[in-house]
């Protein structure tokens, strides 16, 4: 891949305890990341399971992160949920349509927006058990049960999109289309 499109869906952003972000009409990206989001920073604390131990300061590689529709209605079918799964339910700051294999975009791709705002890819996002129990909480299957928070982590392995830094800031909106650019 040395270049493709899509466009971006939606824009999200928010402090929340439970890592659920609202939706805006845009963001302001900045270099340390997204101005309001409980991401931005330029350093981040390790959790449990991280490269580093838990509680270790180290470099942000997380600033942002990102789903795409296509891999969120897998992920939704193959949890048998009722309702589509949102962006925002994940905590994804991003949601693209139209970029096959998001989560699979290696280090140091770059998606550059309209208003020159460029992201850097850092890595995969991979799934987890508290993720799980947050869409548990929001959805319903489709036999009319919870969903089942264990699940997550397998049938989102892959899927649940890509996390990064800001190289270049500038404002993204809904409805931007994303040139993407494979690494050199």
Known sequence: MNELAGSVVSVHSGNNADLHKEE???VQAELDG????KHRGHSRVAFEG???PAGT???NERQWSAVSMEELAV?????DLR???AASTLGANLCFEGIAGLSQLPQGTRLHFPSGAVLRVEEC???CVEMGQQIAAAYITNTGGPAVASL??????NLRGVVGVVDVPGPIRAGDRVVVRSAP
Do not use: S, T
């Open 24 to 26: 805006r009409p845009e």
């Open 34 to 37: 997204f101005v309001g989001d």
């Open 50 to 52: 991280d490269v580093d």
């Open 57 to 59: 300061v180290r470099r």
């Open 75 to 79: 992920i939704g079918q193959r949890l």
């Open 83 to 85: 309702e589509p799964l």
């Open 125 to 127: 996002n991979p799934p």
């Open 152 to 157: 997550f982590p397998k049938h989102a392995l």
